[in-house]
């Protein structure tokens, strides 16, 4: 289990978010922001091998241009951080 939730826990840290306790049952956890500590939701950990990366990778563009995220903005920060020019293509689909 706790491999899984590692892979979880690398796979959002790309983007600014913390996984921390469990939410519901060990098997959800809860997303934090990980600048200002704002709440983003949950994740369960039922997941299979590589799912997690795959998972923010294919989201991406949503956390680039703040429609997913925390408010504050940080994702949007760390995912122009990552890869400026994906998350400046993904600023001209969505805007």
């Given at each position: 289990m706790s491999q899984i939730l590692d892979e979880i826990r690398d796979a959002y840290g790309l983007v600014g978010i913390e996984v921390e306790g469990i939410a519901t049952y060990g098997?959800?956890?809860r997303l934090r922001c990980g600048r200002c500590s704002g709440p983003l939701g949950s994740v369960g950990d039922k997941l299979l091998p590589g799912m997690a990366r795959q998972l923010v990778g294919e989201q991406f563009e949503l956390y680039a241009v703040?429609?997913?995220g925390c408010k504050c903005g940080y994702q949007s920060e760390r995912a122009r951080s990552l890869d400026p020019e994906r998350a400046q293509a993904a600023s001209r689909?969505?805007?």
């Open positions: 098997t959800y956890y703040g429609l997913l689909t969505f805007a």
